[in-house]
Structures are given as C-alpha cells and as structure tokens.
C-alpha cells in the first residue's frame, strides 16, 4: 500500500513541477523516478502471484518440501512469506503425523494374530494383514472371488455374510481342516463403502470344548444309568437267590412262603419300573438328537407374548405365581419359527416356577427389548432362591437337572433350538435373588 501510495505521489509531483513550474529537468527526474517504481510494483505484483500459484500448485500436488524462507527480513513481501513458511511446516508436520499414525495402525494390524481381509463394493481387495496370508497360503489376493480357490464355501459365506454378523464355517486349506469363525463389520471411507472380515481359527478352541462335553454328557449319562443298573442288578441277584436252595439247584415254587412270593413281586415290580425309566431315557435322549427344522416368519413380539399369557397364566396363578409380560416396543418383532420359540419359552418359564416353590410374592416376568444390529433379547427372569455356583455350568449339559423327577434335557433342547434360529440362550443368575435366561433372535 505504500508503495502504491509514493508512487500516485511522485507522478503527481512530476506532472505539476513539468507543467505548473519551470523546473521541467526536476520533473523529468520525478517522472523517471516514478516509471523505476511502476516497474518495481509490477514485478513485486507478478513475484508475489507467481509464489501464490507454485504455492497453491504444492499443496494441490502434496509436495510440501518448498522453502519460502525470507532472506530478507526487512522487505515488503516479508509477511507473505513467513505465511507461505509457516502453512508448509503445518502441512509437513499434518502430514509427518499422518503417516505416523498410518504406520502405527499397519504395524498393529500385521501384528495381530487374528486374519483380516477388507474389500470395496466391487469386491477388489483393499487390505490383507500377514495373518491372513498365512492362513490362506497366498501372498497377494487381488479380489475377493480369489478366495474360490481356497475353499468354494468360503467364498460362499463370507459374499453371504451380513454386516454384524458372525459365521462358523468348515474349510480345507493346504491339506488341512479348519473351523473358521467369520465377522464381518462395514465403513465407508472417502466416499467409499468397505467391508472388512475376521477369520479366526477355532479348531482348538472347539476340540477342547467338544472333549470338555462329552466328558460332561459321559458323567451324566454314567450317572443316570448307574442309578437303574445298580438296583436292577442287585435286585435280580436277590431273586435268583428265592429262586434257588442251598446247593443252587431250581427251587419248586411251590415251596415258596406268602413272603417269599410277595418279596418276588415287589422286586419285580421294581426292576421292571427301573427297567421302564432307562427307556424313558433313551427315548429322551434320541428326542435330543433328533433333527429340527425351523419355518422362519415375521413374528410380532406382543403377539408371541400374548400367546404364551393365554397359555400359562391359568397353571400359574393356581399355584400363586404372577406372570407379569413385558413385549417392549409396539414394533418388535424376531424372525423365528414361533412353535419353536414357544416352547422354549414354556420351558423356561416352567423351570422358573419350579424354582419359586415356597418364594413370598412369586414372580416370573416375561420382557423383551431391542439389542445391538437389530437383534431381539428376550428374557425370563424369576425372583426365586437362585442357581448355585457349582451347578452354573453344567445347566445346559443333557440330562443333568437338580429336580427331583426332572429330565435334564429341556435346557439343551431349549439352547439347540434357539441356535436354530441363529441365537444364544445364556443364563445369569445370583444365588437368594433369582435367575434370569436371556435369548438373542435376529
């Protein structure tokens, strides 16, 4: 601005002093000086544009590496320049952070022991940590179909796999069997939608839970067996021994007392109702395995609640209990085979009125809510005396109960059910305060 100002001033000057005066030599010099000025502007004005445009042209390239260090401090276009200096070590120093924090994210994701695969909408592959190269034997995987040859299944679940949702899937990689658990989750980033997927190999984790059941199911089945065997083979013993003298030759059963037949009887009465209870079990246990398969539908929480009210509340309140339902919003709904998510409800509200037995103000309360990812939970909660610590991990074993007459089977149908439906039934319970069984339905 000042410039601009001396110069209007000397051009002025010159133009009064070589018309207005005699001293036209001074005004040829003032003119002269004021055309030297005119010239500094205009290259003052074409530097300063000049440094505008390679500036703007650095930050629209990325290149931050231009000095505009002034070795002049004193001089006009000074200012310009510490601003052009000071936004470059901004942009350097935004970017040495970046590249910082990409490096730290990349070093933990190629640490992580757990495989990931993250792909775009045209299923192109945007990322595949170390974890999942091993795992799937190939260094480099260009596009999700790459998986085809890997395992067909494979590619099948995870192109199938819903944001938010995890699937078990068995594949053969390099000889081997795996048992694969995939997640998959969704962002989008710069205007692009990605997926990326989990794989984690659970084989180990699974055989030693399939070794832990069955030495649970083994005890259970040992137990339960042993309890009929035992009195049946003792008691055959004694009546092979009323059947015979003291040399061990048949006895005529004529010979026999009133006592001696009546004693006969009764122990065959015995053994033939332990005999009858081991079928009963075995016919409990191949209703166990037995196959099932679900006919999925919309259906109305309220609906479902309303049904089972109609059903147990008569049974319930003859034994005192409140049933008190609770079916969350008007609009909630799971995607379920209602005949199936019926019994299990029945089920465990029947188990939660067995446990209220001889509890003040008995009280089973029926809800429902929604969950993460769309999900429904479900929950029978009781007010009675609780499951004991010991006995928590073993409630949903076949054939393990702690009631008197109870079959052990209902809480390990009630969980193959709702893993039917792509569910988890969990228990949770404190000891004098109650038990409550929550169900997880899409």
């Not at 070795?71 to 910082?100: C, I, K, N, V, W």
């Not at 040859?149 to 944001?163: A, F, H, M, N, S």
């Not at 984690?200 to 009929?228: C, F, G, P």
């Not at 079990?281 to 191949?286: I, M, N, P, R, T």
């Amino acid at each position: 601005m000042g410039r601009v100002l001396l110069l209007l001033g000397l051009g002025y000057a010159a133009l009064y002093v070589g018309t207005q005066t005699h001293f036209w030599l001074v005004g040829f010099w003032l003119g002269a000086l004021a055309a030297v000025l005119t010239g500094e502007l205009i290259r003052f004005v074409e530097r300063s544009d000049r440094e505008l445009g390679n500036f703007l042209l650095s930050v629209r390239q990325g290149d931050f590496s231009t000095s505009y260090a002034n070795p002049h401090p004193s001089a006009a276009d000074g200012r310009l320049r510490d601003a052009y200096q000071g936004l470059m070590r901004t942009f350097q120093q935004l970017r040495s952070e970046r590249e910082s924090n990409q490096h730290y994210l990349q070093t933990i994701i190629e640490h992580v022991q757990v495989a990931l695969l993250c792909y775009d909408e045209s299923e192109t592959v945007a990322l595949m940590n170390t974890a999942a190269r091993h795992l799937f034997g190939k260094p480099y995987l260009g596009h999700l179909s790459g998986l085809r040859t890997v395992d067909p299944r494979l590619l099948e679940v995870v192109q199938g796999l819903e944001t938010g949702k995890r699937a078990l899937v068995k594949v053969e990689m390099n000889g081997k069997l795996f048992n694969l658990s995939v997640q998959a989750t969704s962002f989008r980033r710069l205007d692009k939608r990605y997926k990326l997927l989990s794989f984690q190999d659970i084989r180990y984790e699974l055989e030693a839970r399939e070794v832990e059941a069955w030495q649970k199911l083994i005890r259970v089945l040992t137990h339960e067996i042993m309890n009929s065997a035992i009195p049946i083979a003792t008691l055959t013993a004694v009546v092979d021994g009323m059947l015979e003298d003291a040399g061990g030759n048949p006895r005529d059963p004529a010979t026999l007392s009133h006592e001696d037949v009546s004693d006969l009887r009764n122990s065959l009465k015995t053994i033939r109702h332990r005999s009858r209870g081991l079928v009963d079990f075995v016919k409990a246990y191949q209703s166990l395995t037995q196959p099932v398969t679900p006919s999925f539908q919309r259906v109305p929480v309220g609906e479902l609640f309303a049904r089972i009210g109609r059903l147990l509340q008569p049974g319930l309140n003859q034994k005192g209990i409140r049933l008190d339902t609770r079916p969350g919003p008007e609009s909630l709904s799971v995607v379920a085979d209602p005949d199936l998510v019926e019994q299990v409800l029945i089920n465990l509200i029947g188990n939660a009125a067995d446990a209220l037995t001889g509890v003040n103000n008995p009280v089973v309360v029926l809800s429902a809510r929604p969950g993460e990812n769309g999900r429904c939970l479900i929950g029978v909660r009781d007010n009675g005396c609780g499951i004991r610590p010991e006995a928590m991990e073993h409630v949903f074993v076949p054939f393990y109960t702690t009631k008197p007459h109870g079959s052990g089977i209902g809480l390990s149908v009630s969980r193959q059910l709702v893993s039917l439906h792509q569910g988890t039934l969990s228990v949770d319970s404190v000891p004098g305060e109650g038990t409550v069984f929550t169900i997880t339905l899409p």
